[in-house]
Structures are given as C-alpha cells and as structure tokens.
C-alpha cells in the first residue's frame, strides 16, 4: 500500500495532544537495544518519537521547542529547564544504539547505529530556545517499518518517572506486559547490557538491587501504569544468576487526570473502535458544582469508618463497592446517604424490581427534592458562595468519578476489543467475509470514505497468514480497526449487546451515566 508522503519539517508546537510512541521490540529491536541516556535526553528522544507517524515513509526533521518539553511532561516553568534541554538535545547528537542481529549469512552481528544524522539551531541567540533534530535513516527499520512484535505506549504513564534506568526498564517491561507475558525473566547479565551499566558500576547484586531493581519497581508503584507484584530470583550456587518480574497493570493518575481533561470537543480519526469526528459526552459530572455538596461535614475518622462499614453491610448483597459508598459519603451529607439507602431498600423489600440499584440509589442521593419523606436540616450558607474546602472537596469528587470513568471506558474498549480478536481466529470465513465487504465498499459508484481509508491503511505482510494479518492490521488501531469493528459489530449484535449492558449496570451502580459507552 502507498504510504503518506513525509512533510520536510514537523513542529512539536503543531503535535501538542499526541502522546503515543511506537519503536520495534524483540531482541533485535530498540527497546532492549542497549543505550544510555540521562532524564532530559530521554525526554527530547520521546518528543521526537510523538511526531513520527505510522504512515510515515521517512522521517521528517522535528523541531521542539524547550516549552515544548516542559509542557509534554508538565515541568514547571521557572527557567531551570531550558538550558538542560537544550544541551540535552544537542547531546543527542553523539547517542547510539547497539543491537544485536542475525544478518544474511546466519551469524549474530553487533551493529551500533548512531541515534541522531543531525542537528541544527538558530543563531539568533533570541531564537536558542528551540532545536531541529533528524534522527537517522538507519533507524527506519526500528520506527518506520515495524513488524508484528513492536512497543506502543502513552509516554505520560512516565511523565514523572525521573530515574532514566526507569524509563528504559518501563520500555522493556511493558513491551513483555504487552505480549502477554505477566512473568517477564531476565538474566542480571543481560539487563546490565541492556542497560549499559559498566562492570564498574553496581559490581555487587545486593547493590544492583537497591539501586536499579528496587528504584525501578518503587518508581512504577509511584508513578506508572505497570506495578512489579513480585521480584522473584532464580539463583547459580549462591548467586543471584537472573530475576523474574511478576507484572501487573493499575491505572496511573496522573495519565488519566490528563486524558480525562480531553475527552470532550475533541477532534479525532478514532476512538474505542469507532469513527468519531466530534465527540461531547454531557452527563451528570459536569453537573456537578460545589454548592451540590455543601452539606459534606467533616467528622471524626472513627465514625466515619463505623458509618461506612455498616452502610456497607446494608448493601452489598447489591454489589455496590465499598469505595463506592465513601464517594457518596465523601460527596453529600451522612444523613442523606443513609435515608436514600433506607428509601430503596424498602422499595426493594416490598417486592420492586430495580435493575441497578446503585445507580438508582445515587439518583435519590443527588435529587434535591426530597419532599415529605426526608427531613431536611438547616444548612448555613455564606452569601459569597462555598468556602475554598467544599470547592476542593467537589473538586476531588469530580476528579475521580472522571477517572473512574476513563478506567471504565477503556476496559469496555478492550473487551470488545477481545471479542473481535476471538471471533476472527474462531470464525475461519469470517476475515474472507470482512475483506470481502472492504473490497465492496470501495467499488461502488460512491465509494465510503471510511472504506476507502481502511483499505489505504491495510498492509500486506506475504510470511504472515491470512488471520495474523489481519490482526497486525486491527491492532494498530485508527481508521482500519473502527471500520472492522463497525462490521464486526452489525454481524454479531447480540454479543456486542452483552458486553454494553454489562458496562452500563457497572456505570450506574458507580455514580455514572450509562450513555457513557455511547
């Protein structure tokens, strides 16, 4: 397929919103290419990376500004990080990777490959506060042409990680994350090549440990979406000869603070599977204003734990979780909370059937009209609006029923992503089906523009079959995938059903509006 043609010159100021980087994996790829790089390089490299596209034919040269930087990984701006990414940038300059393949005649080669071919910047000393990079053409191989076994992540899951062994074990680990594998093993040696740590350096494991392992495993805790459960230890005689990471996913804040903050008038090709030109999804957060929770009191601790165990006990034959119950305690006063909760039990009690009852709860909770049924309290309210703690408390309320519902929208995205995959590798005729219809598409006197754009994207791949083939296609995402799932979707409409309602009862029993998969 013919690719996009590469403009001569991109600006980081013109990609501002894109986060995403890919780079080829496996042992013979970038991300366990051994290099080294302090912090600011880091950052530089992976700016870099967010202006290459995956239609790409070549590379571009890529102008970043140092505001650029620090707003891509929201540094502050007072003056300390100019200089150190600029120099940073021009350091770049004299970076490489080494990576070991097998070349044509069987043998394993090591090839160094120097990162950057080159690097200009304005003479104008007003103008310093911004650099042209071009990275190398030998590099294409490892960011342009990627094959099926590549690494694609959102770089602010590592926007606060400030130890650069962190950033490039976060590379290695989420790729092996990204696999399948939830057992990731390397040997010490190995990593330490991958890590271009000297025999000099950490020549102890103990050290070893402490300094790069434990560092990387707190800073993942503390800043990223991979958690390291367990550090396990496979050992020769007495020592150490290699580790096992035992891998799980969690949701990183501060990621989700900031993909929260864009999931309203947002232009967009695709988005959970499906074409989206202008998406707005108004439901009852942005409803949500500080005099709404004026009657949140602060109490003592200990009550506050009795109050929720025993809400609990109430109604968790409903599965309501219990932090579901401290938002609303969190949100709106104990009194309110406990009436509502007694109002639908009742209900519940005297035979009415309600489908979601965590959600029905919560309406009651937020509905202001209580009428006879609730004795109302006098509320004292200052003339000049909430104080500065209920607007921080309404604040926060609304801060996580948004992360809550990026958390859940993107499991409903990978679900159905899921059943895709499954359907296409259970249904031998169903991918001939697709295709079929792609081809249709682009043939009739008014072709689909979507169509014609799914087929522009689709790659041939002549060692692959006709199923991994097309799962290379899906998963990349854009415009190719949305089309299929559009497809995939009208054939199987009940099992995409299914999944939907699912989602829509565990948004209402939250707190949320259940048109949020919409």
Do not use: C
């Not at 995956?54 to 300390?80: H, M, N, V, W």
């Not at 949100?331 to 009415?352: A, H």
């Not at 792609?438 to 006709?466: F, G, H, R, S």
């Amino acid at each position: 397929m013919t690719k996009k043609r590469t403009p001569a010159l991109r600006k980081k100021q013109d990609y501002q919103d894109r986060y995403i980087i890919r780079m080829q994996g496996g042992k013979a790829g970038l991300v366990e290419a051994t290099s080294k790089m302090d912090i600011h390089e880091f950052r530089v490299f992976m700016a870099m990376l967010t202006m290459v596209l995956p239609d790409d034919d070549d590379f571009a040269e890529y102008e970043i500004r140092t505001q650029d930087i620090i707003k891509l990984y929201s540094l502050s701006d007072d003056g300390r990080y100019y200089e150190a990414i600029r120099d940073a940038a021009e350091r770049l300059f004299n970076k490489r990777f080494v990576i070991y393949e097998k070349k044509e005649d069987g043998e394993i080669y090591k090839t160094t490959i120097h990162l950057i071919d080159e690097t200009s910047e304005p003479v104008k000393k007003s103008e310093k506060n911004r650099i042209r990079l071009k990275f190398n053409p030998k590099l294409k191989p490892y960011l342009l042409e990627l094959q099926r076994e590549y690494l694609t992540i959102d770089i602010r899951n590592i926007a606060n990680v400030q130890s650069p062994t962190s950033v490039k074990m976060y590379l290695i680990l989420k790729h092996q994350f990204n696999l399948g594998n939830r057992r990731a093993r390397y040997s010490v040696a190995r990593l330490r090549e991958i890590l271009a740590i000297q025999d000099n350096e950490y020549p102890m494991y103990g050290n070893f440990k402490q300094k790069i392992l434990q560092k990387t495993i707190n800073d993942f805790e503390k800043y990223t979406d991979l958690v390291v459960t367990q550090l396990e230890e496979e050992k020769v005689g007495r020592a150490v000869d290699a580790v096992i990471f035992h891998l799980e996913e969690k949701k990183a804040p501060k990621q989700l603070e900031q993909i929260s903050k864009k999931l309203t008038r947002q232009v967009i090709k695709s988005t959970n599977g499906s074409i989206v030109v202008a998406s707005r999804t108004q439901d009852f957060i942005e409803e949500i204003t500080p005099s709404e929770v004026i009657e949140s009191t602060l109490i003592q601790a200990e009550e506050r734990t009795s109050t929720l165990d025993q809400l609990y006990e109430n109604v968790r034959r409903f599965r309501i979780a219990k932090n579901t119950l401290k938002k609303w305690l969190d949100g709106y006063s104990e009194e309110q909370v406990k009436r509502s909760i007694d109002y639908v039990i009742t209900k519940i009690d005297k035979g009415e059937k309600i489908k979601s009852v965590g959600g029905y709860i919560f309406n009651r909770i937020k509905d202001a009209d209580w009428g006879n049924e609730v004795v109302t309290k006098e509320i004292k309210v200052k003339p000049q609006g909430p104080s500065p703690m209920e607007i921080q408390k309404a604040n926060q309320l609304q801060s996580e029923l948004e992360r809550l519902k990026v958390d859940l929208q993107k499991d409903y995205f990978q679900e159905r992503l899921g059943l895709v995959q499954t359907l296409v590798q259970d249904e031998q005729a169903l991918i001939a089906q697709l295709m079929l219809q792609l081809k249709n598409d682009n043939v009739t006197e008014n072709p689909n523009i979507l169509a014609e754009l799914a087929q522009a994207n689709y790659q041939l791949y002549p060692e692959l079959d006709n199923v991994q083939e097309f799962l290379v296609n899906f998963d990349k995402g854009g415009i190719f995938q949305g089309y299929m799932f559009e497809k995939v979707e009208k054939l199987y409409p009940t099992k995409f059903a299914k999944i939907r309602e699912d989602f829509q009862a565990k948004a209402l029993a939250n707190g949320l509006n259940a048109n949020t998969f919409f």
